[in-house]
């Protein structure tokens, strides 16, 4: 296939962020082409991550933000259902509920906060008395928690299986994925990208966007000074090989979390960690994420943990997503930094993102989540 297509779109990264944009972008009929540096797509955090979908509520709000994760939580069951449909794989994607628990008073209190500000948005949550607690979840030692809150719209997929399934309807739809190419450089003329320097040569199209996680301020750094706060932050996980249903919903305390899989396999996890391109895991925080596992499920100590690893976030300063025009270069944009919600907010980012690269009017301001702010 040629290296110049003047009509194309590409985007650098194939993560779930640049594999949903290319998605939403095929099913409009626009010609698109993903360069991914890895041998295969979606290796990188999108396969890390952990797969919850909080809930979200679309009505009465105003903040950008939250819009944009009402909207994305509104078409994760349409996207998981066209996706079955078109690839024949099932994502495991599925409303298991979650369960918010606090056991000291500060943790009690920052969870009261948080569900008043989802009651605020109509989103449902019931507080657990102790039998219900141990109704919905016989193996938790109910007496040493505070407080139980159930939020019953709570969903959850499987992240490979949701990218494979990205990546294989995308190509159904004549999107060209490019893997093991990787983008070293812009060759740009008066404010307009003309190619992409990569590792197999010379690379055009009409339109680029940068998809490419915690690495995109390093490639935006290549053609403007505009300083963006996209940065790596490790997060860690571990994996149980459990028993069918010892667990039925995802059990959160404060940013830990155990997330069952149909399957039997609970995901544990996670950390913050500032330490650079770093993906290493340690035995420090493999201890910390078992010890807190037992501490909720103790007959977890029966099961062998399989599996552990980690993943790069691409976080920013102030939580935002960096979307939109990069400005003083015309055809030149970016769609990252969703650091640790980047799956639950693929698919409204993939509708915000493929508006704005067909000059159509959008239902969020992207205003918000400019490169500049
Ligand atoms: C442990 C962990 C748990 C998480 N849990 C959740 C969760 O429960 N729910 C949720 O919504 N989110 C979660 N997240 C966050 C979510 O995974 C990320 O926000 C999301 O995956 C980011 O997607 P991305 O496409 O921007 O980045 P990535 O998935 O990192 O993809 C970027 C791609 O760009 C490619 N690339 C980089 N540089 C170049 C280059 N120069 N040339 C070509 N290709 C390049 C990379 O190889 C990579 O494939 C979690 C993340 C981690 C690490």
Redesign the pocket.
């Known amino acids: 296939m040629s290296n110049r297509c003047v009509d194309e779109v590409i985007l650098?990264?194939?993560?779930?962020?640049?594999?949903s944009i290319a998605y939403e972008l095929a099913t409009r009929g626009q010609k698109v082409r993903i360069?991914?540096?890895?041998e295969k797509?979606?290796?990188?955090?999108?396969?890390?991550?952990?797969?919850?979908?909080p809930p979200a509520n679309v009505k009465n709000v105003l903040d950008p933000l939250e819009k944009l994760r009402g909207i994305s939580h509104q078409l994760h069951p349409l996207w998981a259902e066209q996706l079955k449909q078109e690839t024949g794989i099932d994502t495991g994607f599925h409303q298991c509920g979650g369960i918010y628990l606090a056991r000291k008073p500060g943790e009690t209190a920052s969870l009261a906060g948080y569900i008043s500000l989802l009651k605020q948005e109509n989103i449902e949550a019931t507080l657990l008395s102790r039998d219900a607690l141990l109704e919905l979840e016989p193996t938790l030692d109910p007496d040493q928690f505070q407080a139980a809150y159930l939020l019953p719209q709570e969903l959850t997929l499987r992240?490979p299986r949701h990218v494979k399934a990205l990546s294989k309807a995308c190509e159904l739809r004549g999107v060209q994925i490019d893997t093991n190419?990787?983008?070293?450089g812009f060759e740009c003329n008066n404010g307009i990208i003309t190619g992409l320097k990569?590792s197999n040569g010379l690379i055009s199209g009409r339109q680029y966007c940068i998809?490419?996680?915690?690495?995109?301020s390093?490639?935006l750094r290549q053609v403007t000074k505009i300083p963006t706060g996209v940065v790596p932050i490790?997060?860690?996980?571990i994996l149980f090989e459990g028993p069918e249903r010892l667990i039925q919903h995802i059990l959160n305390e404060g940013t830990r979390y155990l997330?069952p899989r149909r399957d039997g396999k609970i995901l544990v996890?996670?950390c913050e960690e500032e330490v650079g391109f770093q993906k290493e895991t340690t035995p420090q925080m493999i201890e910390q994420l078992s010890d807190f596992a037992y501490s909720i499920v103790p007959a977890l100590k029966e099961y062998e943990i399989s599996m552990s690893w980690?993943?790069?976030?691409?976080g920013s300063f102030d939580g935002l997503p960096y979307m939109g025009r990069v400005p003083d270069v015309d055809n030149l944009f970016m769609?990252?930094g969703?650091?640790?919600?980047?799956?639950?907010?693929?698919t409204g980012t993939a509708v915000l993102m493929a508006d704005l690269l067909t000059d159509q009017k959008s239902d969020i301001s992207i205003g918000h989540f400019g490169i500049i702010r």
Do not use: D, K
């Open positions: 650098i990264g194939a993560g779930v962020i640049g594999l360069l991914e540096r890895g797509v979606g290796r990188e955090a999108s396969w890390a991550g952990a797969g919850i979908l992240n190419c990787e983008i070293l990569t998809t490419a996680g915690a690495w995109s390093e490639l490790r997060g860690q996980m997330v996890g996670s980690s993943g790069l976030r691409p769609a990252s969703h650091f640790r919600s980047g799956i639950h907010l693929s």
